[in-house]
């Protein structure tokens, strides 16, 4: 089976802006999460989806977005960048509610 | 809440040597535990994984094993090799079947000189 992809790689912005980054998990994976890396905070919770809804939400402000798509595909949306939104964003999905989390490659996000 | 806490790095060792990384968790009920691995440049790999008390996980050469007694669950290998160079994350997965949220320690850099 393929991985869990993500797109863009890379990505750089301005602050102000607004960014979409796109993941599709595993074939037949119903839930997508979203973890943002950074050197200062490390390894953060930012939401989870499940059938197209959204089951957990971590601590972070409603400048963070997500939704899935009915084919499991998810993207996560950063609007009113700020410099501190530099970072990896991370996606895992897993088979269904306490299964292993399978992680992606991730997408760096530079905001200058 | 929950949380994990990991031994500092940077984590020196030469070829060949013993490894282990101390973690424990504050969890209520009973969470998965897992070890994840990341190299430069890329995104998280499951290295192990234990779902329930006293259960070893095992991989490569790596192994840990779920103490509820006193909530650790440290990593280990016998002989690292310079590819094992990386940073290793423990984590927690939601107990309770409460969703798909793991929580992570801060991570353990691991540096193997040949």
């Known amino acids: 089976k393929a991985g869990v992809t993500q797109t863009p790689r890379y990505l750089i912005k301005t602050r102000g802006q607004q960014v979409t980054l796109s993941c599709s998990p595993i074939s037949g994976h119903r839930s997508v999460s979203w973890y943002q890396q950074t050197p200062g905070q490390g390894l953060q919770f930012l939401f989870e989806?499940?059938?197209?809804?959204?089951?957990n939400k971590g601590n972070f402000p409603g400048r963070f977005s997500g939704r899935q798509f009915s084919n499991s595909r998810s993207e996560m949306n950063v609007s009113t960048l700020e410099l501190g939104d530099s970072a990896l964003y991370l996606c895992?999905?897993?088979?269904?509610?306490?299964?292993?989390?399978?992680f992606g490659p991730g997408t760096r996000l530079l905001v200058l | 809440g929950d949380s994990v806490t990991q031994m500092e790095g940077p984590v020196t060792l030469s070829e060949e040597a013993c490894l282990t990384i101390n973690c424990t968790y504050t969890a209520t009920g009973y969470p998965s535990l897992f070890w994840y691995v990341q190299y430069p440049g890329e995104g998280l790999q499951l290295l192990l994984k234990a779902t329930k008390a006293d259960d070893k996980g095992s991989n490569k050469g790596f192994e840990a094993t779920y103490r509820k007694e006193t909530t650790s669950f440290h990593l280990e290998k016998g002989s690292v090799q310079v590819s094992d160079s990386a940073v290793y994350f423990c984590a927690l997965g939601s107990p309770n079947n409460a969703g798909n949220m793991l929580t992570f320690g801060g991570g353990t850099r691991l540096m193997v000189k040949p």
């Open positions: 895992a999905s897993s088979a269904g509610m306490g299964e292993t989390q399978y």
């Open positions: 989806y499940f059938s197209e809804t959204q089951r």
